[in-house]
């Protein structure tokens, strides 16, 4: 436990920090996750070398300081403020710089506008499972004829909702946290859902933002408009011979999980969505605008994981204007969304690779 980080005292898990003066790699995770979903990462990074460390980030885990209400303070949620929570970890473990910053799912954001701003700390940026499209632009784009996005959604013959503005409501904490089924096996199926195990994950690039291009993807990010999420990923819950067989989330990995979130709650990481979706930040961050993440970069993801192309446009804008030096685009077969834990193997091979490569 690290004390006194930007008002925090911050959970981590380390590898690598028996031997002084290690070269540093930070490790991101997103949501629902903890610093546990970099535990088949760390022995690997260490093991070649290096000094590896993964926060429960800002609203996770066992870290505490941060406000669990919704109504509580969403200002320190703020993309710069992880930023700056990710130095902080940094720093307390007694270095000045990253070689690499790693970041999946929502740990992109940090990951990304770390590497954007302080390419003198983040030397190198490998983004796993979800593009960044860059800073938002000065001169948001108009907004285009007729209903919006989620009254169109709505209107749709099946209705559906986006799942972040949904994550943004009051009620999807308790949803989640209350779930009929339990936390445990929520979150069986939640993971379950958006992995290569659920067949029907065979993602491809929309045509734009539309409802009925949105529409095109699985529940679990365009909802049906009546469920909340535990009611959408209780219809695809694993069998039990499926849980068993599970070869890369154990019943016992899971409670670890399971565990963080019944006596958490999820609201701590939901205050990430309602940062994007409320847009009330976004100014601080159009600072920023067409400035290029220009450190060594790689992208890595599941094949099955619609998580790159749930941002129509996304990915191309990454390669060809966001990142200056974007090496590689690497997906990995076998692997939806939570890939560095569904092939490991593959991912820590990659992660070495790029480290030894630039």
């Known amino acids: 436990m690290l004390p006194g980080i930007n008002g925090l005292d911050v959970h981590v898990l380390e590898a690598g920090y028996e031997t002084p003066g290690r070269p540093a790699v930070l490790l991101l995770h997103g949501f629902p996750e903890i610093a546990y979903s970099w535990r088949k990462v760390l022995p690997a990074l260490a093991a070649a070398g290096y000094h590896a460390f993964a926060p429960d980030q800002r609203g996770y885990g066992r870290t505490t300081g941060w406000d669990a209400s919704y109504d509580g303070d969403l200002a320190s949620f703020r993309a710069l403020n992880l930023v700056r929570d990710a130095m902080g970890v940094m720093t307390a473990l007694g270095h000045r710089s ?4 790693v970041g999946h799912d929502f740990g992109v ?6 590497a954007l701003l302080r390419p003198d700390v983040f030397k190198r940026m490998v983004l796993m499972s979800g593009p960044f499209a860059g800073a938002p632009p000065l001169a948001p784009a108009p907004r285009p004829a007729g209903p919006d996005i989620h009254a169109a959604l709505a209107a749709l013959p099946r209705p559906r909702k986006h799942y972040q503005w949904y994550y943004s409501t009051r009620p999807a904490n308790d949803d989640m946290w209350k779930a009929p089924q339990g936390v445990h096996a929520f979150l069986r199926a939640y993971y379950h859902h958006k992995s290569a195990d659920w067949k029907n994950n065979k993602p491809f690039e929309l045509k734009g933002w539309t409802a009925g291009e949105l529409a095109k993807m699985p529940t679990y990010y365009i909802m049906d408009l009546a469920d909340d999420m535990a009611a959408t990923v209780a219809k695809e819950m694993p069998s039990p011979s499926e849980i068993a ?3 890369w989330l154990s ?3 899971l409670a670890v999980y399971s565990g963080e979130y019944e006596r958490n709650g999820f609201q701590g990481g939901l205050q990430w969505y309602r940062v994007r979706t409320s847009g009330r930040f976004n100014g601080e ?3 920023f605008a067409s400035r290029t993440i220009d450190v060594p970069a790689t992208f890595i993801a599941g094949s099955s ?3 790159i192309h749930q941002s129509p446009g996304a990915l191309e804008r990454m390669q060809r204007t966001a990142c200056t030096n974007m090496k ?3 997906l990995v077969d076998g692997a939806g969304h939570w890939v560095q834990q569904e092939q490991p193997d593959a991912v820590n091979s990659l992660l070495l690779q790029f480290l030894k490569s630039t």
């Open 305 to 307: 994981d619609w998580g």
């Open 245 to 247: 067989t599970n070869r």
């Open 328 to 330: 590689q685009i690497h």
């Open 98 to 101: 990253v070689e690499a910053v």
């Open 109 to 114: 954001t940090p990951a990304s506008y770390g």
């Open 285 to 287: 961050l159009e600072v």
């Open 251 to 253: 019943e016992d990995e």
